[in-house]
């Protein structure tokens, strides 16, 4: 961040604002249906073939924008005791082969309670992928520790990592040295942005982006429309710009350097395709 620029597109991500005290019709407390995709606390499951573990209500940031910032967490399980019902409904569903583990962030668990999660998981025989949705790499990157390589590159499971960056300017050096150390034990690292108003609304920010994530070995999987969240209206951007700024990065970048431009709907197979 800028000391002294409130318009600083890493400062606005956490900054709150009056804005957010708005009560704007549309936006909601669970605006992409969480609590009806539900069976067992703490599991999601609205995709076939992928459960969702919402392993810790804790971040490393708070996110204005962040669809789960009214979450339920507290009725989420805590331990690895309460983590139980959700993997015996895991187990009970063959039909899974790729749980994720969400939150909050996941690596605000410790390095042996992770351990103990995701052997639990890998005795599932019929899950084969672990995917861990985490911001972490980026807000506090000392966190990937040579001990959680191990843990990944030692589980049966084909791991993956999908890291959350906005802006360019989140990858710094300390970054760039933790997503490195991922890359080099083999793990594929994705990255998903949240279309954002004022902080990355700019051709030349999402291009940037992209760049400097290829440019960092990480793939962008996903720039999301965000959700209509009570208290996020002021950070939306139309559907129409986020179209255009995607048509326009095409006409620059090679197209594995496109993430694809999704919105969460609560009653669809899948993330719908906006482009
Ligand atoms: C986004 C999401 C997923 C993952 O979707 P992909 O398109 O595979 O990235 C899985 N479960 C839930 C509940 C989700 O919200
Ligand atoms: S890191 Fe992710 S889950 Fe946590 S506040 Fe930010 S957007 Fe929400």
Not at 141 to 157: A, F, I, K
Not at 201 to 228: F, G, I, K, N, W
Not at 230 to 244: F, I, L, T, W
């Amino acid at each position: 961040m800028r000391p002294g620029d409130p318009a600083d597109p890493l400062l606005r991500q956490v900054l709150p604002l009056a804005d957010e005290l708005a009560d704007v019709a549309g936006y909601t407390r669970d605006p992409v249906g969480d609590r009806m995709a539900s069976p067992v606390p703490g599991l999601l499951q609205k995709y076939s073939g992928r459960a969702l573990l919402v392993t810790t209500g804790a971040c490393a940031v708070h996110c204005r924008y962040c669809f789960r910032r009214h979450f339920p967490y507290s009725e989420a399980p805590h331990s690895l005791a309460q983590w139980q019902p959700a993997l015996d409904q895991i187990a009970r569903d063959p039909t899974i082969h790729e749980v994720i583990l969400s939150g909050g962030d996941p690596l605000m668990l410790t390095d042996g309670q992770l351990a103990r999660l995701v052997e639990q998981i890998a005795a599932i025989p019929s899950v084969r992928r672990l995917r861990v949705h985490t911001r972490l790499p980026i807000m506090i990157p000392e966190r990937v520790t040579p001990d959680l390589l191990q843990l990944l590159q030692d589980s049966r499971l084909a791991p993956l990592v999908v890291v959350h960056a906005n802006h360019p300017r989140e990858l710094d050096y300390d970054v760039a040295h933790a997503i490195a150390a991922l890359v080099r034990a083999g793990i594929p690292v994705l990255n998903q942005s949240v279309l954002l108003r004022g902080i990355n609304d700019d051709l030349a920010t999402l291009v940037e982006l992209s760049e400097r994530l290829v440019d960092l070995r990480v793939m962008p999987y996903y720039l999301h429309q965000m959700d209509r969240v009570a208290g996020g209206a002021h950070m939306a951007v139309p559907e129409s710009q986020g179209r255009d700024l995607v048509a326009r990065m095409r006409r620059q970048l090679p197209g594995y350097a496109i993430p694809r431009y999704v919105r969460e709907e609560q009653s669809e197979p899948h993330k719908l395709p906006l482009d």
